[in-house]
């Protein structure tokens, strides 16, 4: 994983910093993204072809244990997530 990788959030990440269950930052996710774009706001890790960087962050903790394809929140993303579940 390249240093910048490392400055992109995890649902899990997110999930645990808002003491929410799991599955709240996915959810906040599908209603916020509409118009986000991918590569710039998101990215995701498909289990056949990022399978290693999958399984380096499920090593590092970051990722729930029955993650099969993995999303990536840019930091302003995460930001816009993190504040909605602020709010409700």
Known sequence: MSGSDRDWITFRELDQACARDKGSAFRAFKRLSAGWQEERDF???KAGEDQEQILMLK?????YAGTVNAVLLSPAAAREIRAALDQS
């Open 43 to 45: 990215r995701v890790l």
């Open 59 to 63: 090593s590092a903790g970051r990722l």
